[in-house]
């Protein structure tokens, strides 16, 4: 299995919707903290084989959170990411593939080991639904495909699947899960018992 985790960079200016509960410093902060945590599980699920997509930025910003063996790409963000994950793509092995977000707290190993059970079982696509209708994850057998992406907005996956069903193919659907995104979607990790205690003390300031 391939992985590429899809992240901004942690810069003053990230996390916007933050802004109204943490100040900048505090974001450039949880927004390390998050893509540390999104690259050890996928290390852990593809070991040797994952890729660090950075939408904007320079890639030097990530130094010191990147484990080693982790390749970085880098380029600039815009309102669709489809050419970054393409060209993070071109840096993974052959076979299967999974695409995620780092801005999902509770995304882990077990979301990539559940996508990749769908593919064995014959799925040509493995979705993880956001709330707001876009999806935190796509899974793929080989990166030949016009779905290598992580649908966006309202409409996103639906297009997606859409897309994909259109063609006759299976396609596998994960839990949904939240984008921490805003000072609600805060709100509601902080309200969770099996928040890890690291992501608790930095959307608290900490």
Known sequence: MNAIVVADPPLPG???GLAALLDADARVRL????????????????????VLAVAGGPADALAEIVPRGVRVVAAEAGP??????????????????????????RLGRGHAAAAYSDLRAGARAV???ALDGGAYLVAVPDRATDLLSLPEGPAGLPRALETART??????????????????DAAAFLADPLLAPE????????
């Open 127 to 129: 979705f993880g639904p």
């Open 167 to 184: 063609r006759g193919d299976e396609v596998g659907l994960l839990r949904h899960e939240r984008e921490l995104a805003t000072p609600a």
């Open 31 to 50: 927004q390390r903290l998050l893509i540390a945590r999104a690259l050890a599980w996928a290390t852990a699920a593809a070991p040797g084989r994952t």
């Open 14 to 16: 990230c996390l916007p």
């Open 199 to 206: 992501l608790r003390a930095a959307l608290a300031g900490a």
């Open 80 to 105: 669709r990411r489809t050419g970054l994950v393409r060209e993070a793509a071109t840096a993974v092995g052959e076979g299967p593939l999974v695409v995620a977000g780092a801005a999902w707290p």
